[in-house]
């Protein structure tokens, strides 16, 4: 990943989005090398998550490398509606 990061900035990208398929802190051994090499090679970017498996090391790396943009996924307005659609107090772990 972190050299398909190089291919992009050397032809010229400058904004990554990186969501879908899931959790990206799931495969966090590759995404957080890459978000790294991200801000290294001058590219910013968006990460979308829900938010619920972050560790602190991860946030505290993200505010370091000075990452551009989180959005955060919850897919209701309440624990109610969000918990039966993604796992048990999943609203309480975001809000």
Known sequence: MVELVDEA???GVK?????GGGELTLRSTAVMPMVERIRQ???NGLIQ????RWTDAQLE???EIQWDKLTISLDGPTAEINNAI???NDFEKVV
Do not use: E, H, Q
């Open 9 to 11: 900035a050397d032809l």
């Open 15 to 19: 904004y990554w989005i990186l969501g």
């Open 41 to 43: 090679r001058g590219m």
């Open 49 to 52: 998550t829900n938010f619920t």
């Open 61 to 63: 790396k993200l505010v």
């Open 86 to 88: 993604r796992d048990k």
